[in-house]
């Protein structure tokens, strides 16, 4: 696969003090021996006293004070702010850390339109790159053992199986829709045509999906969760999915509480949703009031069918009998 201008210059200004490891954390599609191959064919060497010097602040417990960091490790270990509750939920969806490393790659588009998320918590480095077959992505990253240590501790490197709770425990609750936005946004999608929508969230095939069930309990929101073994594809996965605009409104009011900071396409498939939502509700509220059961008088009933001469038929549910109606 050929070397991209992007790539080249990651090399270029990376290489030098950061080594082959760090590279390939940045360019995780390209292999160990295509970097060493490719810094050796533009002539790049390490410097070791740099290379040791950085290897050395990695390791030692410095006092550098945490406002002198790029992104200030304080507004993740003390979490009072929507836009770290935010790209937390981001990061357990999308993120990626390893080595002091935090970073997440997403298409151009969608990083541009969070870009000012991440602006108001410090300088996050920005990277490129096109993979074939795919739209240009850009990433969010930042070299923190401060902010990595906090996510180790609250089970990121384990969020492929265990569920949410430690991070969560540590966000105050009027945040915590911030938390499931930002993670909606990473894992989460929202389809509708016509009457029909689904949503769901993907995961891993291990996924603990125990606090998003509690959740959609909690909001009354009827789920089914499954997993899908491709053995053709060597792929698996597992959701969690509704099927009814009522949740799905539900859903979206929960998380949507205050403001509308996120991605704006996620979001506007919503308030599609909640529209069409909202003119059944007025729709059914006015069959109420011009009907009720011709039987017993109520208004407790529910819309059986169509009938001649352009009424309907309806099911009283207090007396279980059917009536005509317009």
């Known amino acids: 696969m050929k070397w991209s201008?992007?790539?080249?210059?990651?090399?270029?200004?990376?290489?030098?003090c950061n080594g082959v490891d760090y590279i390939k954390m940045i360019l995780p599609d390209r292999t160990k021996k295509g970097i060493v191959w490719k810094v050796g064919d533009l002539g790049l060497k390490v410097n070791r006293e740099l290379y040791n010097l950085r290897i050395s602040r990695t390791k030692l417990n410095t006092t550098k004070p945490f406002n002198l960091y790029k992104v200030n490790p304080d507004i993740f270990l003390n979490i009072d702010s929507k836009e770290i509750s935010y790209i937390l939920?981001?990061?357990?969806?999308?993120?990626?850390?390893?080595?002091d490393c935090?970073?997440?790659?997403?298409?151009?588009?969608?990083s541009e339109n969070i870009k000012h998320?991440?602006?108001?918590t410090g300088i996050w480095n920005n990277y490129y790159r096109k993979l074939k077959g795919r739209k240009e992505q850009m990433s969010f990253h930042t070299h923190n053992k401060y902010i990595f240590n906090f996510l180790v501790e609250n089970d990121y490197l384990s969020k492929s199986y265990v569920n949410q709770s430690k991070i969560l425990s540590l966000i105050p609750n009027e945040l915590k829709h911030y938390f499931f936005r930002g993670y909606f946004d990473?894992?989460?999608?929202?389809?509708m045509k016509n009457n029909q929508c689904i949503m769901n969230i993907t995961s891993?095939?291990?996924?603990?999906?125990?606090?998003i069930e509690e959740l959609f309990n909690n909001l009354d929101i009827r789920y089914t969760t499954s997993c899908y073994n491709d053995k053709n594809r060597k792929s698996k996965c597992s959701r969690i999915v509704t099927q009814n605009m009522n949740g799905i409104v539900k859903f979206f009011n929960y998380i949507y509480q205050n403001d509308d900071m996120g991605l704006k396409r996620k979001l506007n498939t919503f308030?599609?949703?909640k529209v069409k939502y909202d003119n059944i509700v007025m729709?059914?509220?006015?069959?109420?009031e011009n009907n009720s059961c011709t039987h017993c008088e109520s208004k407790n009933f529910i819309t059986k069918g169509n009938y001649k001469n352009n009424k309907k038929r309806y099911m009283c549910k207090d007396c279980n009998r059917t009536f005509i109606g317009i």
């Open 117 to 120: 998320i991440f602006d108001s």
């Open 186 to 191: 990473g894992d989460g999608s929202i389809w």
């Open 102 to 110: 935090i970073s997440m790659w997403l298409k151009k588009d969608d």
């Open 283 to 288: 729709k059914n509220k006015k069959i109420k």
């Open 271 to 273: 308030l599609k949703i």
């Open 89 to 99: 939920g981001f990061l357990w969806a999308d993120g990626y850390i390893r080595n």
């Open 5 to 16: 201008e992007n790539e080249i210059e990651i090399l270029k200004q990376n290489y030098e």
């Open 204 to 211: 891993t095939y291990e996924q603990d999906w125990s606090v």
